[in-house]
Structures are given as structure tokens and as C-alpha cells.
């Protein structure tokens, strides 16, 4: 794989053991350079799109969508042409898209779920007055392992893409060892809740491109637990009160 320089491949030949990530290597979780310099935190989101899935080709990603954990990394391009199968990989590489954001693509609106945490993260003590990016102290995920139906839409799992999901998120909070998990999709937080995790903390709010990271709700985690916080408070709170990137930490 490609080496970038805000995230780290150390655990890479680990997580490759996994069947999907052998079939999508494109989709390993992005670990920054510095994860493990501090508090290990997990951010999960809910899934990839592609970005060209209403256009004339809409059939074609669909089929490969239906078959997509029978599809490999090396079929997309042999079956389908270069151009198109350029498109679906780099659209499902979750490193390459945060190394993106974190290069120059900051106000894209593709990346503003990246955008809205770094920013609440860029907030605290131990990033304040200093030119560093938040996500290199962060690993991140999404959680189901298929792109959505539809462009920009929430995904519409199946048994098979729960059970899936579940199994590839163990193996990755199992090899990258992370303290805290902090889930930004409501969608993806209904599978997990209710799951224990030992020695782990966690805590959720919406997505951060959406409209409820500044509204106020209940269901969000917070701090104390009967107030209402937006999405953005929720996640600022997490931080906070676990630590995460206290000043103190700093080496």
C-alpha cells in the first residue's frame, strides 16, 4: 500500500489478515501517525458512498454494491474499466480520503463529517495555539463495510451487513488496542449500544454533516446524562470529560 504521511501503517499486515480487507484493502481504517501518543480514540462512522451512483452508470454500481463481498479490489478494475473502477476505490479509501482532508481539502463538503470533528477537536487545551491536525492522534472507521445504495444516503443494511460489519469492527478494536470509541451516526450507535466492550468507553452523537450536530436532543451521550446537547456537544463533551487530549498528555 501507498505510505502517506498523517497516518501510519503499523498495523496494516494485522488488519489485512481479515477477509475484507483483503477483498477492499481500500477500506482499512485510516490510524494516525501519532495514535497511541495519547488517549486511543476510535472514531466510527457509518459508511462510504460512491459518488457516482445516480449517474448514467447507476446500474453498474449497483450490481457491484449487491455483490460487493464477492468483489474484490483487482475485479473492479478488470470487470468494469479503469475509469469507473478508479472512481469506487478511491471514493471507499478511507485513508486517502482523510489524508485529503487533511492536505487541502478541508472546506470540500465531502469531507465535512472529517471537518466538524477536527474542528471540535482543534478546540481543545492540548491543540489550542499549536498547528497540529487533530486526526493524526485519531484512528477512524466506518462501520458497515459496503457503500449506500444511493449517493449521500444512508445505507440500507442487511443481516449479512450487520453481522459483517460487527466481525470486521472486533478485528479492528481488537488489533489497534483503542481505549475509547466515540460512534458519529445514530444509525450505526442502534447496532452497537448495546454491545460490551471491556475496558472500553463509548459514546455517540449524529453525523456531523447533518442538521442535528447543532440541535439540541436527548439521545445523544452527555454529561450529565438528563440535559439535552447538540451532536457537536456531545463529542466535545466525550473529550473532555474522559481526557482525551488533555494538556497534560502532552510529551
Known amino acids: 500500500m501507498e505510505k502517506y504521511i498523517f497516518n501510519t501503517d503499523e498495523y496494516n499486515s494485522i488488519l489485512l489478515e481479515h477477509n475484507n480487507y483483503k477483498n477492499h484493502k481500500q477500506m482499512l481504517p485510516f490510524v494516525g501517525v501519532n495514535y497511541g501518543k495519547l488517549k486511543k480514540l476510535l472514531i466510527v462512522g457509518e459508511s462510504h458512498y460512491l459518488h457516482n451512483s445516480n449517474s448514467e452508470f447507476s446500474q453498474i454500481y449497483s450490481d457491484i454494491i449487491n455483490n460487493w463481498y464477492s468483489v474484490t479490489h483487482g475485479d473492479i478494475f478488470s470487470k468494469i474499466g479503469k475509469k469507473i473502477g478508479s472512481d469506487i476505490i478511491s471514493c471507499t479509501n ?4 482523510v489524508n485529503a482532508f487533511i492536505t487541502n481539502c478541508r472546506t470540500l463538503p465531502a469531507y465535512r463529517i472529517y471537518k466538524n470533528v477536527s474542528d471540535v477537536a482543534m478546540k481543545n487545551s492540548f491543540f489550542k495555539g499549536n498547528n497540529i491536525e487533530p486526526f493524526t492522534y485519531i484512528a477512524y472507521m466506518n462501520f458497515f463495510q459496503r457503500p449506500a445504495e444511493l449517493t449521500g444516503e444512508k445505507i440500507n443494511p442487511s443481516k449479512v451487513d450487520v453481522e459483517i460489519a460487527k466481525n470486521v469492527f472486533s478485528h479492528v ?16 450507535w442502534d447496532y452497537l449500544h448495546s454491545i460490551k466492550f471491556e475496558n472500553i468507553i463509548t459514546g455517540h452523537s449524529c453525523h456531523p ?26 463529542f466535545n463533551d466525550f473529550l473532555i470529560v474522559n481526557k482525551i487530549f488533555d494538556e497534560k498528555l502532552r510529551k
Do not use: H, L, Q
Open 209 to 234: 454533516g447533518c442538521a442535528w450536530w447543532n440541535i439540541k436532543a436527548k439521545k445523544y451521550t452527555k454529561y450529565p446524562p438528563k440535559i439535552k446537547v447538540t451532536g457537536k456537544e456531545s
Open 94 to 97: 478511507t485513508i486517502a480520503n
Open 173 to 188: 478494536i481488537n488489533t489497534i488496542k483503542t481505549d475509547y470509541i466515540f460512534v458519529v451516526s445514530s444509525n450505526v
